[in-house]
């Protein structure tokens, strides 16, 4: 079956620590993305990718680092820079970033806890 | 930044009811996307209506879209205690290459 997994399910780091978020998808998707979600929040677009080799910052990229290496992975690495990091981080991907109209495919998400 | 806003926060009612959230937004739009997203799980794509489409079914849901008063309205018709869900609204704008969504509306629905 195709789709996006997303692993660990549940993560746990000491503040202070970097800790990367892993992204992988079979759908032959071209863009993919990373969301935060906090409680009783909407996502919040943290970085996205169009290609392999190109991504662009979100609207909450502080703190946060992306690579593109693959057409099928796009890891999250989350920093020490990053003020508030516990949240739940989903990851997406869409057929391709020039589609109108083209719906995104989620993981079921990461849930990153940093005490 | 988020444009769209859902409404209820949170909506309570017994299996076989009819369910009715709504979503408004401020600025134009390609399409309007609705979205459930299960407890602890990613969201799933329910439906896509486009900014030229005014009504839209599929299966149980129905949505709406009046572009005039920047809105969507989406029912749910004789739920099941396996639709208790979050339900949540996006939207793309012209010009721009991702979605934005709104904060969700929390549905229950009691057996």
């Known amino acids: 079956d195709g789709g996006i997994t997303q692993s660990p399910k549940y993560l746990f780091r000491k503040e202070g620590q970097n800790v990367t978020l892993s992204c992988e998808q079979n759908?032959?998707?071209?863009?993919m993305y990373w969301y935060r979600q906090d409680p009783g929040q909407g996502l919040r677009l943290i970085y996205y990718s169009q290609i392999v080799n190109d991504f662009q910052k979100g609207d909450i990229a502080e703190g946060y680092s992306v690579s593109r290496e693959k057409k099928e992975s796009f890891p999250l690495t989350v920093t020490s820079a990053q003020k508030n990091p516990t949240a739940f981080y989903l990851c997406a991907s869409s057929i391709t970033w020039r589609a109108r109209d083209s719906p995104l495919h989620f993981g079921n998400g990461t849930r990153l806890t940093v005490t | 930044s988020q444009q769209g806003e859902e409404d209820p926060q949170a909506l309570s009612i017994q299996e076989g009811e009819n369910a009715t959230m709504n979503c408004s937004y401020k600025?134009?739009?390609?399409?309007l996307q609705w979205y459930r997203q299960n407890s602890g799980r990613g969201l799933v794509h329910l439906i896509l209506?486009?900014?030229?489409?005014r009504e839209k079914h599929s299966g149980r849901l129905r949505v709406t879209l009046d572009t005039s008063k920047k809105s969507s309205s989406l029912l749910i018709t004789a739920s099941r205690a396996a639709d208790t869900a979050s339900y949540f609204c996006?939207?793309?704008?012209?010009?721009?290459?991702?979605?934005?969504f709104g904060k969700g509306t929390m549905l229950l629905v009691s057996p």
């Open positions: 759908l032959n998707h071209d863009a």
């Open positions: 996006a939207t793309e704008s012209p010009g721009y290459s991702t979605l934005t």
């Open positions: 209506i486009r900014s030229n489409e």
């Open positions: 600025t134009s739009i390609n399409n």
